[in-house]
């Protein structure tokens, strides 16, 4: 099947799936990848073929038999030769690709940094200037704006709507060109702090994520914790997790007695036999609901497999939302935020004990904490499925079957920066461009990253033929049907801030 079809076998927009990893530096289409390995099986089957045809003609028989095996067996020897040839250039233009690739990310990163670290030089000397600038420029645009929406209130027009106008032009925001330059603002963050202070460039470089990695994109998140929670901003508090229905309503947790009642039995589930169910199976990012879906198969020697949802609220102040901006900083800057507290106490209470096997799915924030679980090590973690997650500079254990379902026009994942090579055969980005060739309006601010347009592109994924991706992807759901291949039982829970 055709990597451009989806969900029922109907045409689906976007870009082609682009797959990467696997611990080869190759970039390539997965239908480009999976024609590669089609025609080795072809030079593999014509040198079968010629072994075959060789042993009859040295049999002998007629001259004329003799003559037409021999000529059969050229034509397969020619077959193989062409095939293998082809399969070879083909692999050649994927590393190619992928070199061009990797050096274009190199640049765009020396550049980012240079700037950064340039920027911050010069700030400290022109802070005062640039921030009365900027504060005027901002001035006038919001009267600007006042000002022409009171004309088409007097005129009868209709006044517009910021978060309207943003989503009806949401591709300002979500391009591939707006993605990569977000990355490189995200990066160079510890850059522009090293100009502050007057780190020679050479050095900043060297300490930063492109050399020792002392500084980086977690740093800088770190650092953002410390300075915002001076003011009372995105600061962590404790959480509380109960166990409640899919719709997100509280369960009892004690009777009328007051006696404590236990987690309740879970609603009957099948394992899930594609990497699409799972991707479905994660909670979607509503307020009220539950965050995390926990499903258990297996007796006595029990097989999980958690599903956690992206970010609900981007309130950084006096949220009761665990799943928000708070945690996404803290999260970044791994310093232990409230949702990974949630998510390690749902686990906890539903039954999950350290040392058991489980598989991991998350969207955006939810990837991000799947990420943290798989390196947690109290957890024997089989798989990883991330979708649209700033992961980039989280190191997954080496051994861990991950694949990273990405597009490139989604500006959550650039918000990782930029990460370094992975080596692991056991490790796989997909990625597609997902707005391309879609016309008219488009669902909220951020179209690229919603849930429901990865469970479109993880259909893509199911249907792909690239033998890389087939086996991360095969591996993964093994590991989720595992033990538990059958009925399990799936159980929803929420957090909530104190």
Known sequence: ????????????????????????????????????????SISASGTDWTQALGTLAWLGGSSGLVIALDDACSAARTVSADAGSIADALD?????????????????????????????????GMLPALLWGGGLLAVDVVLAWFFVQGVNRLLGRPVDDPAGWLECNSRLLNSPESVALMRMLVSSVDDAAGGVVRLPYPLSQALGDSGLDVFGVGTSAFGLTVLAGMVGAVRETPVRVGQVTADGSRLPTRTRRGAAIGPAAGAAVVAPVSVAEMVTRVPPSVPGGPQVRVERYGGDDPHWVAYIGGTISWDPVGSTEPWDLTSDVHAVAG????????????????????????????????????????????????????????????????????LQIEHSDDIVPALG????????????????????????PTEGPVPAHALTSYQETAAMVDAAQDPRLAAVRDSIIGASAGAGAGVGAASWWRGERR
């Open 92 to 124: 050649r233009s994927a590393e190619g690709y992928g070199e061009v690739e990797r050096r274009s990310l190199g640049l765009q990163q020396a550049l980012g940094g240079f700037a950064g670290w340039v920027g911050g030089f010069l700030a400290v």
């Open 1 to 40: 099947m055709s990597v451009s079809s989806a969900l029922d076998g109907a045409p689906a927009p976007g870009g082609p799936l682009m797959v990467s990893g696997g611990g080869s530096t190759a970039v390539a289409t997965e239908e480009l990848s999976a024609l590669a390995a089609r025609l080795r």
């Open 335 to 402: 310093a232990g935020s409230g949702s990974y507290r949630a998510v390690l106490d749902a686990l906890d209470q539903a039954g999950v004990a350290e040392g058991d096997s489980i598989v991991a799915v998350g969207h955006s924030q939810g990837g991000l904490l799947a990420a943290q679980l798989a390196n947690d090590g109290r957890y024997d973690v089989s798989g990883l499925v991330t979708a649209g997650a700033p992961i980039a500079q989280l190191a997954v254990p080496a051994d861990i079957p991950l």
């Open 417 to 440: 920066g930029y990460g370094d090579a992975d080596p692991s055969p056991e490790h796989l980005v997909a990625r597609r461009e997902y707005l391309a060739g879609r016309s008219g």
